[in-house]
């Protein structure tokens, strides 16, 4: 993060302030003489510099310059300190000492302070320093630019000595604490008993064993993590890299959660304005990830308990601090193994943006297991109750713009939400803010799934759009899958089921600002197309000759009706709008039957109502079916209406539409009534419309 960046830069800034206070203390003889002088040349660099206590030499067990109740702060905020430290002490060695050289030989820091903070405005304290220090560069630069040259007049050399020489054998911080604090966030963070020891940090000396543990504390944290850093480090020559050999890191928490991060190989540059290299290599080992979760606050459990137990991450990072990359990369979670690579590309201008990529390859997932345990199911009013009072969530529209990012997985089988899926494919690209979906490819009982869209979040408000298609899917497997549920059937009542094989086609898309707005927006039109299809528990055909039989006064067939309806050459359109779709051009055929219709579906009320058409075509519904002896009940479309609510559909729903009835009724009773009583057809048919209209509706209710 940048404020990471920023403050340890400012921190460098801090030590070799430090170095250069030592080496003026060491030029004289009473130290605190220079106290204002001190005091002034960090003023000018925009720093308030207090010196509470004395300034003077320490001779057992080491010679060191010591500093006591050393203070800095931004000059702007002097009241704010941003280094606080009880005691600084620079030891020496002795013999250059005598030579007026003077060589650093080990520096202890007891109880330093650091506190960095961001205001409301998402200004750092340490900002107030670093830009005081980068106008004060400017400055000079300037002045150095308008003033003449000076004549270029030989001098006799001269001999001379002293200056300061960095020659670290040891390194001691104890007691230190750094807090961050964001006023903007809300947030605080603190590293406590910081403890450092450090031994030969001698540039292209031997390397030398560094020692770092500290508490981490922080608003996201409830138990504060413990951190245990050993390293054995090598300094090159000119402070031009670092050799680790290799660096061990270790974070336990509280809750008995072990991450464990291992660092073999160096970094390094060629000059100090070279962009660094990096060649490491890194072995990752965190279990349990939920013991984790749980020391971040965080409440989520898995429903498999062998799920989120192990971590497994090994990768060689190489490339430079704009760019890095991680090939081969090998991801082990719970067991399941992925491979690829990833990498990192930093912003290369004012107006370009950092990117990142993955590709991953695996073999079987199971999600479900990752997912949260399944809750009861709400009772429908509840459920209609949690829906109306539920609130649009606004979409995170700025921060799914700034970066560029791409994404490949394959798995070769997912097992998700009840789904079995074969050899899922993902490809996602995104260009700060577009969010193309180029493939999304899988095997889905027994057929195949392909889709395409993209994602626009660059605006005051997103627009998407999605196209693709299933084809040959089992459409029993996906009911079960989406609509399983563990209570007994009734006894009276079999759930309404749908098999065979079908196809879809869709195309939609959207816009909003909110999830809520995007569900409103929402238009698609989908079109089915079904060879073979099967709807249970009611049969269609035995419903139809139970209305010609009693309208003929001829008797049913005796014969077993199976519960079920096949519907062949099943085609229907379907447009999406909002919350309600509309199916049209619904036609199918029933053995001899004829089926036509149209409906809506409403998925915020969670109902349905389709007006169906059943009309035979020739003398028999089917070969073992009835036969119709009157021509004028053939290719007439008979009025079906199926109307319930999702949790009520079953066997009862589909009977014949009322609405339309008393139409049908009308008509052939006329028919009838002009062929026999010619001028009296008006009053004979309305008494015939009486006394048949009752037994017409209870038709569909008998049971032979």
Known sequence: MAWIKRGL??????????????????????????????????????IALTLDGDIGWQIWPNVALKLEGVKLAPLALPSESLLEADKV??????????????????????????????????????????????????????????????????????????????????????????????????????INKLRITADNLV????PGDVRLSAELAGSDLPEPVSLDIRSTLAIDDGLHGLRLQPANIKLTSAEGAKAEINLRGNVR??????????????????????????????????????????????????????????????????GNRFDGSASYQASTSAKAVPSVSLTLNGGELNVDDYLPPPVAAPQQDELSADVAAAQPVELPLESMRGFNAKLDLTLKKLHALDFEIDKPELAVNVNNGLYQLNKLAAGLYGGTLNSTGVFNARGDSARGELSGGLSGVEISKVQEALFASDEPEAADQKKVTLSGKTDLTWVGQTRGADTLALQKNLRAAVQLN????????????KGMCQLVSYAEKTAMPEREWPQQTRLQDLRAGINLNGDVAKV??????????????????????????????????????SGNGCSVQNERWRNRALPLRCKAKFSEAGATTCKPDSRRLDDLIREELKYKAEKKYGDKVEKKTEELKD??????????????
């Open 530 to 541: 079904a060879a073979e299809l099967a709807l249970s528990p009611f049969n269609l055909e």
């Open 89 to 190: 002490a620079v030891g020496v060695a002795l013999m250059p000492l005598l030579d007026k050289r003077i060589e650093a030989k080990e520096i202890v820091l007891l109880g330093p302070q650091v506190a960095l903070t961001v205001d409301k405005n998402g200004k750092g304290n340490w900002e107030l320093i670093t830009d005081a220090m980068e106008a004060k560069a400017e400055l000079d630069e300037k002045q150095q630019r308008e003033t003449p040259p000076p004549l270029d007049i030989p001098k006799e050399e001269k001999q001379t000595s002293g200056g300061l020489e960095l020659a670290l054998e040891k390194l001691r911080l104890e007691d230190g604490v750094l807090r961050y604090t964001d006023r903007q966030a809300g947030t605080e963070y603190a």
């Open 203 to 206: 540039p292209g000396g031997k």
């Open 269 to 334: 540059h060629a000059k100090a304005d070279a962009p660094w290299q990096i060649q490491l290599n890194l072995n990752v080992e965190v279990e349990p990830i939920t013991s984790w979760l749980a020391a971040v606050g965080s409440e989520y459990k898995p429903q498999s308990s062998s799920a989120l137990k192990t971590l497994h991450i090994e990768s060689d990072i190489s490339g430079t601090d704009k760019q890095m990359s991680l090939e081969p990369l090998q991801l082990t979670l719970d």
């Open 9 to 46: 830069i400012t921190l460098v800034i801090l030590f070799a302030l430090f170095a250069g206070v030592v080496a003026w203390f060491l030029s004289g003889v009473d130290a605190n003489q220079y106290k204002p002088k001190i005091v002034q040349l960090a003023a000018e660099q925009g």
């Open 584 to 621: 049209e051009g619904i036609n199918a055929g029933i053995e001899n039957i004829a089926l036509t219709g149209d409906g809506t579906v409403n998925l915020e009320q969670q109902d349905f109502d389709f007006a169906l058409g059943l009309a035979l075509v020739g003398e028999k519904t």
């Open 691 to 704: 006394k048949l209209k009752d037994k017409f509706k209870g038709l569909f209710n008998r049971d032979d």
